[in-house]
């Protein structure tokens, strides 16, 4: 009887370690800061918009897979999804952001990203 329980708890010990291991792995979440500036000095309320590609004829804002406003210190957060921003397949992503006039660009970057990495841009308009 003793055995079986011993036994019993280091299953459950172990089920429980690899599903904490799971969830933290699930956590890893993926996050791209871009700071908009203007003249050096960081913009609030500016959207940002994030695109797939560079190619001319989607680079205006319809085109765009995701737009953030940017917060009181010129900081647009976007938060990556895994299966729709980034590449899974491959080992990193370069996605591109803009910040428009209207359908003009005025500002832009690239940034290339890892899953579960934090990185930061800056575009200067």
Not at 7 to 21: D, G, H, I, P, R
Not at 86 to 107: C, H, M, R, S, W
């Amino acid at each position: 009887m003793t055995k079986r329980i011993l036994v019993l708890a280091f299953c459950s010990a172990l089920l429980f370690s690899l599903n904490s291991c799971k969830k933290d792995e699930e956590k890893a979440t993926t996050i791209a800061n871009i700071t908009v500036k203007k003249n050096g000095k960081a913009k609030s309320g500016i959207t940002v918009y994030l695109f797939k590609r560079t190619a001319p004829t989607f680079f205006k804002p319809i085109y765009a897979s995701k737009d953030v406003v940017t917060d009181s210190e010129g900081i647009a957060s976007f938060e990556l999804q895994e299966v729709v921003d980034l590449e899974v397949i491959d080992n990193q992503t370069t996605l591109y952001f803009a910040v428009f006039n209207k359908e003009t660009p005025i500002g832009q970057t690239a940034l290339t990203i890892k899953k579960g990495e934090t990185k930061s841009a800056t575009i200067n308009m």
